[in-house]
């Protein structure tokens, strides 16, 4: 592995135009739980239950409730090394994009500029009446939160299960793919679409990948470069250079 990192490193000093995909894995060294594998969100709780418009609908305490027990989790921590590390590389990169499907907000904390949340955000409220968006970083929000404009039902702006992302922003994480020489793949399962497929448009349109992960996903197999281990020390390995 230490050769691959070598050559990776020897790539992110030659190209211009750098596009990073990250999923919960990168939060994970920052305290926040992953979704799937053990220890993982989707054990203890249904996706059904909490992450679709059906159960919005249906429930709208329930899930309050469990985006009420994230924001209290999420409030207590950090961004980490992983996460800094992606700092260092926006301002080395000329064409530099980072792609997330998390909902944490830790890479705009971390530094990042660049960033696309194509799953939205977790400490923005939408008004399921009027559409207004709010940031709220409360840890709290109650059990029915209302819109202060109309009274409206607030729910939390992300995208839940069934359905679809922002076509603007996903437009542009799009884009990203398609014109990047580089595109690093860190802490994703990478098993949700559309994110999942954003390493193939780059492929095919001729970019390297490297995934960084702690174990192999169902996509390693099409990587040019595949780093085992975790996030916040890997990715500072790769912008060591830039340091002094
Ligand atoms: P997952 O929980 O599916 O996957 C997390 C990945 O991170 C796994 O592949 C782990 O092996 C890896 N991992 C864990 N710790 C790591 C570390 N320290 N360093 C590097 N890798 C590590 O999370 P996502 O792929 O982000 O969507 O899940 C994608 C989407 O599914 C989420 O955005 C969310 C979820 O349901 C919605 O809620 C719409
Ligand atoms: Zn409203």
Redesign the pocket.
């Given at each position: 592995m230490e050769k691959d990192i070598n050559e990776l490193k020897k790539i992110i000093a030659k190209s211009d135009r750098i596009t990073v995909l990250t999923?919960?894995?990168?939060s994970?060294?920052s305290g926040v739980p992953?979704?799937?594998?053990s220890g993982?969100i989707?054990r203890n709780y249904q996706?059904t239950d909490v992450?679709t418009p059906q159960a919005f609908a249906r429930d709208p305490e329930l899930v309050w409730e469990f985006y009420n027990w994230r924001r209290k989790l999420i409030s207590k921590v950090t961004f980490n090394p992983?996460h800094k590390a992606l700092v260092e590389l926006e301002k080395h990169v000329n064409d530099f994009t980072l792609i997330t499907?998390?909902?944490d907000g830790l890479h705009r904390e971390a530094g990042n500029r660049r960033f696309l949340e194509i799953?939205g955000n977790l400490w923005v409220v939408r008004c399921t009446k009027c559409g207004m968006l709010t940031m709220d970083r409360s840890q709290d929000m109650g059990r029915l939160p209302k819109c202060t404009k109309c009274g409206g039902l607030l729910r939390p702006n992300?995208?839940?299960?069934g359905e679809s992302l922002n076509p603007d922003i996903l437009g542009k994480a799009i884009d990203a793919a398609r014109n990047c020489e580089l595109m690093l793949i860190?802490?994703?399962?990478?098993?949700?679409q559309p994110?999942a497929s954003l390493a193939f448009k780059a492929k095919a349109a001729g970019a390297e990948l490297a995934e960084?992960?702690?174990?192999r996903?169902p996509q390693s197999g099409q990587m040019d470069f595949v780093l085992t281990?975790?996030?916040?020390e890997i990715l500072p390995m790769l912008v060591e250079n830039y340091e002094r």
């Open positions: 999923g919960a894995g990168i994970a060294e992953t979704f799937r594998g993982g989707w996706v992450a992983g499907q998390n909902v799953h992300v995208v839940w299960f860190v802490g994703t399962s990478a098993i949700v994110a960084i992960n702690i174990e996903t281990g975790k996030a916040g």
